[in-house]
């Protein structure tokens, strides 16, 4: 959605996508939205993304976000307990960029200070 209407991005996201195809390889596009709800002025290209497998993903639950807050916390590294999952969910943004950029945040603090993230430690460092 971010280069619908702009037909510069469009010409070359279409020949991105002609180029893949063509040499037997995918792309993959994100959106809020499918292909043929968004804005472009190529219709061509929104033919070809609509042509494609198009899935539409519910938003996550709260339950499935702690789920991915303490899976990518373990790769990581870090050990991230239900409960203090569940404080960063209850005290920060909800969407998942936004978390994820706090997870990391907290991973650079918990290195510095050698400390594992526990409630207290977590007030500390986001001053909750």
């Known amino acids: 959605q971010l280069v619908a209407g ?9 020949n991105l996508y002609n180029g893949l195809v063509a040499c037997g ?3 993959l596009v994100t959106a809020d939205g499918p292909p043929a709800a968004l804005p472009f002025q190529l219709r ?5 993304l609509s042509a494609g497998l ?3 993903l519910p938003p996550y639950t709260d339950s499935e976000k702690v789920c991915i807050l303490r899976h990518r916390a373990a790769r990581l590294g870090l050990e991230l307990g239900e409960d203090v999952a569940g404080y960063l969910l209850n005290r920060s943004a909800r969407d998942l960029a936004g978390l994820m950029a706090l997870l990391e945040r907290l991973d650079a603090a918990s290195m510095a200070a050698k ?4 409630i207290p430690f ?7």
């Open 6 to 14: 702009d037909r510069n991005w469009e010409r070359g996201l279409f």
């Open 25 to 27: 390889n995918v792309l």
């Open 44 to 48: 061509d290209l929104a033919s070809r």
């Open 54 to 56: 198009v899935i539409h």
């Open 115 to 118: 400390r594992r993230l526990s």
């Open 122 to 128: 977590v007030r500390q460092v986001m001053g909750w």
